[in-house]
């Protein structure tokens, strides 16, 4: 299993160099995309293979970082973070990084992009699942409940979305610039199959996807992963790390915290 730790040390080390980035959300799903990529094949552009939709783009520097210890991009990759035509946007381009299955960035639009994949998946009869991220501040854009309510129609029960409940967004806490709650009644309401989990804790992860993928429900899955922004720093998990960079200081005493 990929450790979480060391994803966390290497976004903390991109945002830092190139002072540019965001390092609250990127740690909030630390042991999604470890547990995710230690289990799925999710470098593939096979068409039967599974897919990973990063609906939060801002949070690509952890895709970044386990597709550097799978041994997919190189250190010289991770210096180009954020330059001017590098492989590594602040933002998922597809175009520009084959290991990635969607552009993303515009908030709100990558569960469209799933669904369309889930379909895709379906109709080649394949028997993988797709991913999708997406943070709780997007949960506020009215596309993603629209995509809530059109996923159903399709029972498609090979798209598992994952929500980082951490309750942070760019400007403040969600719940005072529009508060999701009740969220569990609102998309189980839509006839989702929808699980909640400490997104921290890797076995309560894994059981839900088991539990999720392919359900005899014919339903799609949200696993509402209730998570803290900055996890795993103590002095990172407040909205002001939205895409704050560390000084020096900060910086080392992050990587104190992280070992």
């Known amino acids: 299993m990929i450790n979480p730790n060391n994803l966390r040390k290497h976004v903390l080390k991109m945002v830092y160099e190139k002072h540019s980035g965001h390092i609250g959300g990127s740690f909030s799903l630390a042991e999604v995309v470890a547990y995710l990529y230690s289990n799925f094949d999710l470098t593939s552009n096979d068409k039967n293979a599974p897919k990973l939709i990063l609906s939060k783009g801002h949070a690509v520097p ?15 990759d991770l210096s180009l973070f954020r330059e001017i035509n590098s492989p590594l946007q602040g933002h998922p381009d597809k175009n520009r990084l084959n290991f990635l299955h969607a552009t993303t960035g515009s908030l709100g639009q990558g569960l469209s992009i799933a669904i369309g994949h ?33 996923a159903p129609k399709f029972k498609l029960n090979n798209l598992i979305v994952f929500i980082d409940y951490n309750g942070s967004q760019n400007d403040g806490f969600v719940k005072n610039i529009l508060d999701l709650e009740p969220i569990i009644d609102k998309i189980s309401a839509f006839n989702w ?5 400490s997104g921290h804790n890797l076995d309560e992860i894994e059981t839900a996807v088991k539990n999720g993928f392919g359900n005899n429900q014919e339903k799609p899955t949200c696993i509402l992963m209730k998570t803290k922004k900055g996890k795993g720093v103590s002095f990172l998990q407040d909205p002001a790390w939205h895409a704050k960079v560390p000084n020096k200081e900060e910086y080392h005493d992050a990587l104190e915290e992280l070992k």
């Not at 199959?193 to 989990?197: D, T, Y």
């Open 62 to 76: 952890i895709i970044y970082a386990v597709l550097y210890e799978l041994g997919c991009i190189t250190d010289e």
């Open 118 to 150: 889930a379909i895709g998946l379906r109709l080649i009869k394949s028997s993988n699942p797709c991913f999708c991220i997406v943070g709780d501040g997007e949960m506020q854009e009215g596309q993603i409940w629209e995509a809530l309510m059109l």
């Open 193 to 197: 199959n929808v699980i909640s989990v």
